[in-house]
């Protein structure tokens, strides 16, 4: 038979048993063999049977899952039968045996057992566990209890050891003994009486929090250990099993709300970061508050900053400890249930979400301190670091001076201009540097240091004397003036700029430099210049001379620069230089403003007179030129050498566009037609500013009843038709032709005109040029006189009231001098008409200035209709 033994399983696994039978007599016989499951005195189970006829049979407990093929029946060689479940289930603990039959034929064909027999059994024990607790979600000082209960069989037989489990760590454990063994806090909660561990039965063992606490929130679970007990008496771990976690919730008593405020949530480098936390609560004076301020960087890692315990201390974060240290960060309580944080001199680290978290504590009738509310609120601060800043506005320094020839004994200020105008907060050291005429090495003039101090370099002592500097309030512009002006302070002129941050310690970090330009100031013998003006419309060439009246010698080359001063330029900027080798050199200003195109130089054939021509002269060609003139000779060794220079009187150029000279025919017009006739209204343009211009023309209408004029058509000086809403209504649209037949004519002509086409007509001409650069612009425009249309239904034309056609002179005139007036202002002003048709048939004509005022009421006539 089979070997007995004794099978720990868990739910899901597999079971393999085998049995082996043997045969009793050497006659011809069949065997039956059948598999049964049995629990204590219960009957047995039919597991599965294969007859003395071979036949395959399940019995009914097991027939569904033989036919899922969880149960199967195998013969292993000759006389072994090999039983096996898959997928166990928990209703499988029990005995197992097999029991097979002998049988034999009689002569009658019957068959008979001869011999039967059992083999000893195979036990398979199983067990599972299961959690619970009353609900999940709780108040503070609310009682919770976990019970864990153990099923399986035969318990008081067999040894089970017990773990509770808060947030995956080991709080409490019960051996066989049921002695419980607690870990930590929960020891110590336990000698106090709040907490309790303990077996209540063979099978159900239990977890108690008699008060809970806001940090009891989180995940519980228990988990079962069967162990066997060996010959000297100890305890070896088998099969273990653990439910599903249960979370809880536990809720504050009190009603805690958080503000908290911030400064401003986007803040360049440098700048002091400010938070408030105002916390609100119903406990009153008798609770205490904890604060923590924690900083959650871009890549979702927390630290803590510093942290207010209830009892005032304040303890920084492991990360903060040393530039607390050095007073970078500063927290306080201005009063109770307010606190705030401060950190100084921030850097781009400091960037991220700030939470305030507030804990509120108040005594229980035994004196402890407990934890009654806990909340926390955040606000994101972006901060900008200077390097990033300096890349992103651009970081540049520029050298200007309004004087960059001076004569003798004159004085001449240079700026340094920095961008962008950083806070006066930003380190910013600035260094003026001296390169004198005919050196090739710069030295340091004086310095505005990071912490504003003066600094005066040792080289040329003789500026300090007629220097002045001065460092605007506003920015970090440092002005140098230097008066009483001599060939010693002739040369070139550099300015470095260099951005710093000033650490917590102390200690200094350059992030960034920037080198001006060269500023070169020519310090030039005194002499007249004269100043001339030149006012000419776009398109037309601007011509400029530069005449050099006398020089040193009869071989002296020539060095020309042209420039051009703006009134919005602190220094005149390089148009074009001929080198005296008579080479071409472009400046800044012919690059940005795309000038080489339309520069033209020449030089005469004596060599003393230099013409620079600008083609195609725009408005933004304006300002005010001059040239500067450098003589060179050539020296006994053959190497050139500048030997003098002068700077030209200034040429005024004023560019304008053409003048306005566009009109549109003035002439006002009645025109009476009746239902479905076909009206033509005229616009005429009796003169334009340009013959190459181009035209665009817009019809409005004033209808009887509508307050405001309306858009009917609009031609653009593409030659695209545009309608407007009015002609989308009912069919008007079909019904409107739009025709030039010839330049400054145009004609607006209605199909079956409607009563409801009845109005004040008039078009507005815009007149568009085309200026050097090849784009074009709206030059002017004017509107023509009314053209009131009335059409009539058949049968009503001589129902035209008598005092309409003796007031027509009058009311003629009228319009005519307030239209005149109109358009002869600025031409800004608007004429608004309204119309109003009663059953009295009573109209008003009104005209308003372009501040609405009521200038005057032209006519007013009454006719009734019988």
Same mark, same amino acid.
């Not at 129902?799 to 031409?827: D, K, Q, R, Y």
């Given at each position: 038979g089979s070997v007995p033994q004794t099978l720990n399983k868990v739910e899901r696994d597999s079971l393999e048993l085998k049995c082996e039978v043997s045969k009793s007599t050497t006659q011809h016989s069949h065997v039956?063999?059948?598999?049964?499951?049995?629990?204590? *005195?219960?009957?047995?189970?039919?597991?599965?049977?294969?007859?003395?006829?071979?036949?395959?049979r399940a019995g009914g407990a097991y027939a569904q899952r033989q036919a899922t093929g969880d149960v199967r029946l195998d013969k292993v060689g000759e006389t072994t039968s090999k039983l096996t479940i898959y997928n166990l289930h928990p209703s499988d603990?029990?005995?197992?045996?097999?029991?097979? &039959?002998?049988?034999?034929?009689d002569p009658d064909k019957s068959w008979y057992a001869m011999t039967r027999k059992r083999s000893q059994g195979a036990i398979v024990n199983e067990f599972s566990v299961r959690l619970e607790t009353e609900k999940r979600t709780y108040i503070v000082g609310e009682p919770v209890e976990f019970r864990c209960?153990?099923?399986?069989?035969?318990?008081?037989? /067999? $040894?089970?050891?017990? *773990?509770?489990?808060?947030?995956?760590?080991?709080?409490?454990?019960?051996?066989?003994?049921?002695?419980?063994?607690?870990?930590?806090?929960?020891?110590?909660?336990?000698?106090?009486?709040?907490?309790?561990?303990?077996? @209540?039965?063979? =099978?159900?063992?239990?977890?108690?929090? $008699? %008060?809970?606490r806001l940090e009891d929130s989180g995940k519980y679970n228990c988990r079962v250990t069967e162990r066997e007990k060996t010959v000297t008496g100890d305890f070896i771990d088998k099969e273990s099993k653990r439910p599903k976690n249960i979370p809880i919730t536990v809720l504050p008593l009190s009603n805690i709300s958080l503000e908290i405020i911030n400064n401003a949530s986007n803040v360049l480098e440098g700048e002091s970061l400010r938070f408030g936390c105002n916390v609100r609560s119903g406990f009153g004076p008798q609770s205490r508050f904890s604060v923590a301020w924690q900083l959650v960087d871009k890549l979702n890692r927390r630290s803590e900053i510093v942290r207010l315990d209830r009892e005032g201390t304040l303890q920084p974060g492991p990360s903060y400890a040393e530039r607390s240290s050095y007073g970078g960060i500063q927290v306080e309580q201005v009063r109770p249930g307010s606190f705030t944080l401060e950190i100084f001199n921030s850097v781009k680290a400091d960037e991220g979400h700030y939470e305030c978290r507030v804990a509120e504590w108040t005594r229980t009738l035994d004196g402890e301190w407990q934890m009654v509310g806990e909340r926390h609120t955040g606000t994101p601060v972006s901060i900008t670091a200077l390097g990033e800043y300096s890349r992103q506005a651009g970081f540049a320094v520029t050298a200007i001076s309004r004087t960059p020839g001076v004569t003798y004994n004159e004085s001449f200020d240079l700026q340094c201009i920095i961008k962008p105008h950083y806070p006066s907060w930003v380190p910013v050291s600035v260094t003026w540097r001296f390169q004198p005429a005919g050196s090739t090495e710069f030295h340091d003039l004086v310095t505005f240091t990071r912490d504003g101090g003066v600094q005066w370099g040792d080289r040329y002592a003789g500026f300090r004397t007629r220097t002045a500097i001065e460092k605007a309030e506003s920015s970090n512009n440092v002005r140098l003036s230097i008066s009483r002006a001599s060939d010693t302070e002739a040369g070139k002129y550099q300015c470095v700029a260099e951005l710093w941050r000033k650490n917590y310690n102390s200690s200094w970090t350059r992030l960034a430099d920037r080198t001006s330009n060269l500023l070169e100031i020519r310090v030039l013998r005194p002499g007249d210049k004269s100043k001339r003006s030149i006012t000419l419309v776009e398109n037309r060439p601007i011509p400029l001379n530069c005449s050099v009246k006398s020089q040193t010698s009869p071989d002296s080359h020539f060095a020309v620069l042209w420039y051009v001063h703006k009134p919005s330029d602190a220094d005149g900027k390089l148009i074009l230089k001929t080198t005296h080798s008579s080479a071409f050199e472009y400046g800044t200003y012919a690059e940005e403003e795309g000038l080489r195109g339309r520069l033209q130089f020449e030089r005469s054939a004596s060599g003393g007179l230099f013409s620079l021509t600008v083609q195609r002269a725009e408005v933004r060609d304006s300002g005010s030129y001059y040239c500067h003139v450098e003589e060179w000779l050539l020296s006994p060794n053959h190497a050139w050498y500048k030997l003098a220079e002068e700077v030209s009187g200034r040429t005024e150029v004023t560019v304008k566009q053409p003048d306005n000279r566009l009109q549109v025919n003035q002439t006002y017009k009645n025109i009476t037609v009746l239902e479905n006739q076909w009206v033509t209204l005229e616009c005429l343009v009796s003169s334009r500013t340009s013959p190459s211009s181009q035209l665009s023309v817009e019809w409005y209408v004033w209808r009887p009843g509508h307050p405001e004029k309306e858009a009917v058509v609009r031609l653009s000086r593409q030659s695209t038709l545009h309608y407007g809403d009015l002609a989308a209504l009912g069919d008007l649209r079909s019904r409107l032709h739009l025709e030039s037949p010839s330049p400054g004519l145009y004609h607006l002509s209605i199909q079956n005109a409607t009563v409801r086409d009845s109005g004040a007509y008039d078009? /507005?001409?815009?007149?568009?040029?085309?200026?050097?650069?090849?784009?074009?612009?709206? /030059?002017? @425009?004017?509107?023509?006189?009314?053209?009131?249309? +009335?059409?009539?239904?058949?049968?009503?034309?001589?129902?035209?009231?008598?005092?309409?056609?003796?007031?027509?002179?009058?009311?003629?005139?009228?319009?005519?001098?307030?239209?005149?007036?109109? =358009?002869?202002?600025?031409?800004?002003?608007?004429?608004? %008409?309204?119309?109003?048709?009663? +059953?009295?048939?009573? &109209?008003?004509?009104?005209?308003?200035?372009?501040?609405? /005022?009521?200038?005057r009421i032209c006519f007013q006539f009454y006719s009734r209709f019988d």
């Open positions: 039956s063999i059948a598999w049964y499951r049995q629990r204590g *005195s219960e009957a047995p189970v039919e597991v599965i049977s294969l007859s003395r006829d071979f036949v395959l603990q029990g005995e197992f045996y097999c029991e097979a &039959a002998e049988w034999i034929q209960t153990l099923e399986a069989q035969n318990i008081p037989d /067999r $040894y089970f050891s017990i *773990s509770w489990a808060f947030n995956s760590s080991l709080i409490a454990s019960l051996g066989p003994n049921a002695v419980p063994v607690l870990n930590n806090e929960f020891a110590q909660r336990e000698a106090l009486g709040q907490l309790k561990v303990a077996k @209540e039965s063979d =099978n159900v063992f239990v977890l108690k929090i $008699y %008060r809970l078009c /507005r001409v815009e007149e568009w040029l085309l200026d050097p650069s090849d784009r074009w612009y709206k /030059r002017a @425009e004017d509107l023509s006189g009314l053209i009131t249309l +009335t059409v009539k239904q058949p049968g009503e034309e001589d129902l035209v009231p008598t005092t309409l056609s003796s007031a027509l002179p009058f009311w003629t005139e009228c319009m005519s001098h307030h239209l005149s007036a109109i =358009n002869s202002g600025s031409g800004q002003n608007t004429a608004r %008409r309204a119309w109003n048709f009663g +059953t009295t048939a009573s &109209a008003y004509l009104f005209f308003y200035s372009t501040f609405g /005022r009521f200038s």
